[in-house]
């Protein structure tokens, strides 16, 4: 029997190569005057927004462009965010980049609608009023955060990362167009790549899973084990950029909806402590988190195999360690590095990380408990 779940309704997603040129319209339908287009520093160098511009300038003129979004934003630079909608006198968001510029846009468009202090909303559900008129545009095929009702921040007193859930959040429309992939660094388009993976693979493993998360997340399984190598070898082959792309986009929306696992809880700690990109991280320990979450997950894993195996290979066994072992070559395939020592991180720091990792939300929705231990040892694991 099929238990009773909610789907809530994200964004409006219009998806395809070229469609970035369709921002200015969106807007326009939006009612958006003069809008805030928040970017990450470099894109509009590298031409991203070029087509975006156009198609502001088109239809809504005298749009006021921040491009000082930062990676894994501070609550400091979401304050100067805040500070630059409002003394422009911006009426609706435009945030194109990834995870870091769109979670910049929806926690200041929390602030603005709502006011006071952004840790007041930290947690579930605290935000009574919408976010202004907002259109997101990813261009890391990576966060899902396009289609996501979350915002994660770093605090910068508290030093550590908090998020924001709540529907309030959500995007009006999310572009999806493929073709901004094309300048992404091989690193980061193979970080980015893995932290979809992970939330595919979380979303499905989450004790919030349903039939319809788990259909977003097995056809984004299927679309990163097809495309994954040949993407990250050429971000400009529309052929692979567009699954990937797609992926990301139907990984987001699908760990909205169920939470996600821990290997987000054993990142976090890991970008605390050291730093370092938050989709690599992911990448390092997605198959030791399988192999822990393998007494509940045998099932599931055994049908995702097929998925995962190297297009044009063997083949392999359908069975679960297959799964696991083909997350695990795709991973050094792209690049990710091996260990967690390879990114810097320390053994001496590993009982306070893991201390931090067993308190993570992410606990409550992994398919199997994990306490200190657990993470401890799959830290140890990975130490290489
Ligand atoms: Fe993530």
């Known amino acids: 029997m099929i238990k009773p779940f909610q789907i809530a309704s994200g964004p409006r997603v219009r998806f395809g190569s070229g469609e970035a040129a369709f921002v200015g319209e969106e807007a326009a339908a939006l009612g958006m005057k003069h809008p805030m287009l928040l970017t990450d520093p470099g894109l509009s160098a590298a031409g991203v927004l070029t087509p975006i511009v156009e198609g502001l300038e088109n239809t809504v003129p005298g749009h006021h462009l921040f491009e000082q979004a930062e990676t894994n934003p501070s609550d400091e630079s979401i304050l100067r965010a805040r500070e630059f909608y409002e003394s422009n006198d911006c009426g609706g968001m435009v945030a194109v980049g990834g995870g870091s510029a769109i979670d910049t846009a929806k926690a200041m468009g929390i602030l603005v609608t709502n006011g006071g202090k952004l840790s007041d909303y930290y947690g579930a559900d605290k935000p009574a009023n919408r976010v202004p008129p907002f259109i997101t545009v ?4 990576g966060t899902g955060s396009e289609v996501t009702r979350a915002s994660i921040v770093t605090d910068v007193v508290r030093q550590s990362k908090a998020s924001i859930h709540s529907d309030t959040l959500y995007a009006d429309v999310a572009v999806v ?4 992939l094309a300048t992404l660094p091989r690193r980061f388009a193979a970080g980015a790549l893995m932290d979809a993976l992970t939330h595919a693979i979380e979303s499905i493993g989450s004790l919030q899973s349903n039939p ?3 259909a977003l997340s097995m056809q984004a399984i299927a679309l990163i084990g097809r495309n994954a190598r040949a993407f990250v070898d050429n971000p400009t082959d529309l052929a692979a950029a567009g699954p990937i792309a797609l992926a990301a986009t139907l990984a987001g929306a699908s760990f909205t909806n169920t939470g996600l696992g821990i290997v987000h809880g054993l990142t976090h700690p890991v970008f605390n402590f050291f730093g370092g990109h938050h989709g690599t991280t992911n ?6 988190v399988m192999t822990f979450n393998l007494p509940a997950m045998r099932e599931t894993y055994t049908r995702m195999a097929p998925l995962l195996a190297e297009p044009g290979g063997p083949g392999g066994s359908a069975s679960a360690e297959a799964a696991i072992e083909s997350v695990r070559a795709i991973a050094h395939d792209i690049g990710i590095p091996p260990s967690l020592s390879a990114i810097g991180v320390k053994e001496e720091y ?6 931090d990792a067993a308190k993570s939300a992410t606990v409550q ?3 199997l408990p ?6 401890k040892k799959i830290y140890m694991e990975l130490m290489g």
């Open 212 to 214: 319809w998360t788990e």
């Open 370 to 375: 994990a306490d200190e231990k657990d993470m």
């Open 177 to 180: 167009d493929p073709s901004l």
């Open 283 to 288: 990448g390092i320990l997605l198959a030791a």
């Open 350 to 355: 590993l009982d306070r990380m893991a201390i």
């Open 365 to 367: 929705t992994n398919p």
């Open 138 to 141: 990813p261009t890391t095929a």
